[in-house]
């Protein structure tokens, strides 16, 4: 199979299961890029390349959906090496202003070059000639590049879900210019805000030879690279949607009965990722608990968390850390059916997470630096009515694009706390004002135009 538009992304979209009776069958996985790319991939048809998610085993492609699927194989090594390490222990903290620490290791950036060669080898062979190839994300960073030498012939983008770090930090990685000049293949690289476009052009100037003008990489007398912002949105109106429909109505009714109709909620829904400030946001709603200015038996305060890494080091800490704040705050401020934090670690299908947007009285999304962060959007489609209140952290990408939400610094824990309460408790006219603002920010700017943005650009780069 060949097609005339190509995704390419670390993982496929989907999740293999298997039922009682051993019949397997594929199902959309969760998580921001696929939440994101799944309805454009829905429109234009083509295929996916990607990973599916079991290590050392082959799989045929196969159609899902109006695509192709087009698995790619790692093996538990490569896994290990080019996913945990080198993606997620060495890029991931350096891209999110080391919130950890990054390693280095000379043996995980070999397995990572390795694998962006599979993955760019993957999808030269099933490209069109003159097809449209999209690449995704930091762990592919090199195969712009590595595509551009097999098929000279094919229009590149890249698209960066995460925040491209100051040339501060990203110098620290002893394979810098590697990375700039993988990234220099594609035909338009595109980063969630405009900061990150501009950081990756000082470093373009800094450490390579390739001249720079108006956001345009010279990279060779045939080819050149634009670098610029596309920030990243949601299915708006399939969110809204979803959250109108009975059955989420009747969900969300029975979510509040089951919480025991507490007056007031408090929400958090994050991958389970040292990035999303999850042991400041406790501790800070802990405290409030502590002094009295939140009552326990009238409010909830409800977090959940997929799942998220779990092989990986500083995310076995961080859900220890997470398990025993929680423990600690409930043990301590809970009486019998009033725990104060009801805490879930796992994922939901989608018709429960707009059930959840739809009590929450305030939504807190503090991050300590994110991309974009999808959850903050989806809260402005679902909640209904005008009443309910986003606090958002001003590192999270979408602080750029949801200036009326209730900005918080998720490092100040006292801020945090006067905004919380500020959230819960101003005037309705004041709440209402910043919703709807919010509103329309989010159902002009979809998810649909931000995949026309991007893909029109690309075509007349
Ligand atoms: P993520 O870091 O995964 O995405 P985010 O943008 O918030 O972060 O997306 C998370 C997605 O997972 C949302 O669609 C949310 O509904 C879903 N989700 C979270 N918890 C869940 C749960 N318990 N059950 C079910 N679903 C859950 C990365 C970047 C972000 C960027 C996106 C898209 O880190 O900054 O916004 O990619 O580019």
């Given at each position: 199979m060949t097609a005339s538009f190509v995704v390419v992304a670390n993982r496929l979209p989907v999740d293999r299961v298997t039922d009682e009776s051993g019949e397997v069958s594929w199902r959309t996985s969760p998580g921001g890029l696929v939440t994101a790319l799944e309805p454009v991939m829905r429109s234009h048809g083509g295929a996916w390349v990607g990973w599916?998610?079991?290590?050392?085993e082959e799989i045929d492609g196969f159609h899902h959906d109006g695509y192709d699927i087009v698995p790619v194989a790692l093996s538990s090594q490569e896994h290990e090496e080019?996913?945990?390490?080198?993606?997620?222990?060495?890029l991931w903290p350096l891209y999110h202003d080391t919130v950890a620490f990054p390693e280095f290791h000379r043996e995980w950036w070999l397995a990572y070059q390795h694998v962006n060669r599979r993955f760019a080898e993957a999808a030269a062979a099933v490209a069109d000639e003159g097809a449209t190839v999209w690449v995704q994300d930091?762990?592919?960073?090199?195969?712009p590049r590595l595509l551009r030498e097999l098929r000279p012939d094919l229009r590149i983008g890249f698209f960066l879900h995460i925040p491209f770090p100051p040339t501060e930090l990203f110098s620290q990685l002893p394979w810098r210019t590697d990375i700039i000049e993988g990234l220099l293949g594609a035909d338009l690289v595109g980063f969630q805000v405009a900061g990150g476009a501009q950081n990756f052009l000082r470093l373009v100037r800094n450490r390579t030879p390739h001249p720079v003008e108006q956001g345009r990489v010279r990279v060779s007398d045939s080819h050149s690279c634009v670098a610029r912002a596309y920030p990243i949105s949601i299915d708006t109106a399939g969110f809204a949607a979803l959250a109108e429909e009975p059955e989420t109505i009747a969900e969300s009714e029975q979510l509040l009965a089951d919480l025991g109709n507490p007056k007031r909620i408090f929400l958090g829904v994050d991958r389970?990722?040292?990035?999303?400030g999850l042991r400041q946001r406790i501790r800070a709603m802990g405290e409030l608990f502590h002094e009295g200015k939140l009552d326990p038996t009238e409010t909830v305060y409800l977090q959940v968390a997929t799942p998220s890494r779990e092989r990986v080091g500083e995310y076995m800490r961080l859900r220890d850390d997470i398990d025993l704040l929680v423990g600690r705050i409930n043990s301590e401020m809970g009486s019998v059916g009033h725990p104060p934090i009801v805490y879930l670690h796992k994922g939901f299908p989608r018709r429960t997470m707009a059930a959840m947007y739809r009590i929450a009285d305030v939504m807190l999304v503090t991050?300590?630096?994110?991309?974009?962060?999808?959850v903050a959007k989806e809260y402005v489609a679902c909640h209904p009515g005008n009443g309910g209140a986003l606090v958002l952290s001003e590192f999270a990408g979408a602080a750029r694009e949801l200036r009326q939400a209730y900005s918080v610094n998720p490092y100040d824990l006292d801020g945090m706390k006067g905004v919380f309460m500020r959230a819960l408790n101003d005037p309705y006219r004041e709440r209402s004002k910043r919703m709807r603002a919010l509103k329309k920010q989010v159902s002009t700017h979809t998810i649909d135009r931000w995949a026309d943005n991007f893909l029109g650009d690309l075509a007349s780069v």
């Open positions: 599916h998610g079991a290590p050392d080019y996913y945990e390490g080198f993606s997620n222990a060495t930091y762990q592919l960073q090199l195969v389970l990722d040292y990035t999303k991050p300590l630096r994110d991309g974009m962060n999808l």
